[in-house]
């Protein structure tokens, strides 16, 4: 999808920018929250083998990093589109936004039952706008029987409902707040050295902070990826079949449970750790 002529409002974009874009950079994000959990779970024994303390402490330095640049990657409101003056498109969730309000006809509901419980548990979270008229909606249309060959009115104004609630998930204060203070940092820390920026007078981010957005994100791959394109991406699991050097009784496993046994053997084999 290099060329613009190549570039569609349809699902097949929407496709890309979830398997190219957002679902890369949760497993990146993910990766590096894990890693940076697993050293510190493990911070008083390193603690006494002081020539490695500055290795490991730059190293959860970088994965808090590569965290608050891969969420902002997924959550980030530029979008540079099909606009035949750019070489190239951004994967933002404006991008997904776009496509749903600008070309709902060409975008199918396939498990409208499963974004009606979707919607269900994030309500009890934090708030969904027009919820419990979208639910009839939902409700109307399951009980229509419908035809994935023909695409009905009401199909349209779900998927341009869905839109409204995925942008308005962002404006809540609670997000917004978050996104800001993240894209203060990547711009002025990350991206650049800005010669204002003095970390005392930049509100603190911490891993727990993050959760709101981890949940967001959740709910955003649910509703667009699993109710539109009925694909589920495992981006918290990964094959066990793809691990070398582990046996694993699942055929999945954890993301979070892989790293955490992949650093208690690096610190078994770097004697930090006694063995088993």
Request: proline share 3%; hydrophobic share 40%.
């Amino acid at each position: 999808m290099s060329g613009n002529s190549n570039r569609i409002l349809d699902e097949n974009l929407l496709e890309d920018i979830l398997s190219k874009g957002f679902f890369r950079d949760i497993q990146e994000y993910l990766e590096a929250k894990f890693l940076l959990l697993a050293i510190d779970k493990y911070k008083s024994e390193l603690e006494k083998k002081s020539y490695y303390k500055i290795i490991f402490a730059t190293l959860q330095n970088r994965c808090f990093d590569t965290m608050l640049l891969s969420m902002a990657r997924i959550l980030d409101k530029q979008w540079v589109g099909i606009d035949k003056s750019k070489e190239h498109f951004t994967r933002s969730i404006t991008g997904v936004l776009e496509i749903l309000r600008k070309c709902p006809e060409k975008i199918r509901l396939r498990e409208a039952s499963f974004a009606a419980k979707v919607l269900t548990e994030r309500h009890s979270i934090v708030p969904v706008a027009n919820f419990d008229k979208i639910q009839q909606q939902l409700l109307a249309y399951i009980k229509s029987d419908p035809n994935l060959e023909e695409h009905s009115d009401l199909e349209c104004q779900l998927i341009l409902d869905f839109a409204d609630v995925i942008d308005g998930q962002m404006k809540s204060n609670e997000i917004s707040d978050i996104l800001k203070n993240i894209k203060r940092h990547r711009d002025k820390r990350l991206a650049h050295n800005e010669a204002e920026f003095d970390p005392i007078n930049f509100p603190i981010i911490e891993i727990k902070g993050l959760k709101p957005l981890e949940e967001l994100v959740k709910f955003f791959f649910d509703l667009i990826a699993v109710s539109i394109l009925s694909h589920e991406y495992r981006y918290e699991e990964v094959l066990a079949a793809d691990i070398q050097g582990f046996e694993y009784d699942n055929l999945l496993i954890s993301r979070e449970e892989l790293i955490q046994k992949q650093f208690e053997q690096l610190m078994i084999d770097m004697g930090i750790l006694p063995h088993n």
